[in-house]
């Protein structure tokens, strides 16, 4: 069970970018898979979630409309589509899965994650 992270650097305000985030080792079938972000200073918070099954998302308030997460099940990859970012977008963004088909409010909990992607850091100047 693996999840490859990629994507991210340094953009500036009002500006785009893409992460991606593969998972390898077995099928997201009844998984989800989202992002959370942690802000220097800050603790880890969730940004959004994709539940594979059926391809319903679920942002946080502070990126909804900005920030969208669509899936490719034939790559087993989640991508998130960041627009509009903002300085305060800044952080290292870690790819998540969570091993259990729910509502979607229960991704939202870092302790309800059961796998981790390596970070990656986004750093929006502006």
């Known amino acids: 069970v693996q999840l490859q992270a990629s994507g991210g650097g340094l953009v500036q305000a009002g500006g785009s970018l893409r992460l991606s985030c593969a998972a390898s080792?077995?099928?997201?079938?009844?998984?989800?898979m989202g992002w959370f972000r942690q802000a220097p200073g800050k603790e880890r918070e969730f940004v959004g979630i994709i539940r594979w099954n059926d391809g319903s998302t679920y942002y946080a308030d502070s990126v909804k409309g900005r920030f969208t997460i669509s899936r490719d099940n034939a790559k087993n990859t989640a991508y998130l589509q960041m627009n509009s970012l903002k300085p305060e977008d800044t952080a290292v963004y870690y790819c998540?899965?969570?091993?259990?088909?729910?509502?979607?409010?229960?991704?939202?909990?870092?302790?309800?994650?059961?796998?981790w992607g390596q970070g990656t850091l986004v750093t929006v100047s502006s």
């Open positions: 998540a899965v969570a091993r259990r088909y729910s509502g979607m409010s229960y991704y939202t909990q870092e302790t309800r994650i059961d796998y």
């Open positions: 080792g077995y099928t997201l079938n009844n998984y989800a």
